[in-house]
């Protein structure tokens, strides 16, 4: 059974940063499993941030954290990033990490909830104005 463990939320002002991890255990994870980060703010739905290939780190991103947000992962320790600089307010959000071992080819990474197979329990991030 997959378990992913996110950890690094916390408080922050605006224009700072904050690095997530999600600690990944309970199968080796092959090439084209996609891990992904999706978020929730208060009264909103879930969404899409970002999502890593874990065999060739080819990453996707909303335009909303394009240049801002950089995912990233590291094979030996199967754990996934999110580097998180020039926070903003509207960031605020418990942060979810999810995993996807559905094999999609080379050019496609899922960015739906629906499509993701296993979810961490989150990490709350709340940046102040």
């Known amino acids: 059974q997959v378990q992913l463990v996110e950890s690094g939320g916390g408080l922050v002002q605006a224009g700072g940063s904050l690095q997530l991890s999600c600690a990944a255990s309970?199968?080796?994870?092959?090439?084209?499993?996609?891990m992904g980060w999706f978020r929730q703010a208060p009264g909103k739905e879930r969404q899409f941030v970002a999502a890593?290939?874990?065999?060739?780190?080819?990453?996707v991103y909303v335009d909303s954290v394009k240049g801002r947000f950089t995912v990233t992962r590291d094979n030996a320790k199967n754990t996934i990033y999110l580097q998180m600089n020039s926070l903003k307010p509207e960031d605020t959000a418990d942060y979810y990490c999810?995993?996807?071992?559905?094999?999609?080819?080379?050019?496609?990474?899922?960015?739906?909830?629906?499509?993701?197979?296993?979810w961490g329990q989150g990490t709350q991030v709340t940046v102040t104005s």
């Open positions: 309970g199968r080796t994870f092959s090439y084209y499993w996609i």
């Open positions: 999810a995993a996807d071992p559905t094999f999609y080819g080379t050019n496609y990474i899922p960015t739906t909830m629906s499509q993701y197979d296993y």
């Open positions: 890593i290939r874990w065999g060739d780190s080819r990453t």
